[in-house]
């Protein structure tokens, strides 16, 4: 795991097995026609089905995307004993990943050839609703 990233354990699954969080931040390029373009890319009818299964497959069960201007919050959910690490290079070999990474860094404020996890930068959480 990167240094400073930090995990979040929630409440179980379905199945009883605890999740963990993990919250990343990216920025896009400042062009309102590239930021629709990047949103519309990311829809349901255009998101390429082998990414999205690869998320599955790499052991997540839920990725969420949100934006605010320019700024991107990305939320992942795995079970407790995914290990990001593993995962994010299960992914990064999956099909068409390389290629998807590329068609999106287009819109994003990144180095050509980042994978996903090079360019999304972990964030941390400084406060949630502490347990008394």
């Known amino acids: 795991m990167k240094e400073g990233m930090i995990q ?23 062009n309102p026609e590239l930021i629709a373009e990047y949103c519309k890319r990311h829809s349901e ?4 089905p082998e990414i999205v299964r690869g998320i599955s497959e790499c052991g997540l069960v839920e990725m969420e995307i949100y934006r605010l ?4 919050v990305m939320i992942c959910e795995a079970p407790e004993d ?8 299960k992914m990064a070999a999956g099909p ?8 999106m860094a287009v819109f994003q404020q990144c180095e050509p050839g980042q994978r996903s996890d090079e360019k999304w930068k972990m964030m941390e959480r400084i406060f949630h609703v502490y347990d008394k």
């Open 69 to 72: 201007g320019t700024r991107l």
């Open 45 to 48: 009818a255009e998101a390429w």
């Open 96 to 103: 068409r990943q390389s290629e998807w990474e590329d068609y």
């Open 82 to 89: 995914v290990d990001w690490d593993e995962a994010m290079a």
């Open 8 to 30: 979040h354990r929630l409440p179980a699954l379905a199945d009883g097995r605890r999740i963990k969080r993990w919250v990343q931040t990216m920025d896009l390029r400042d």
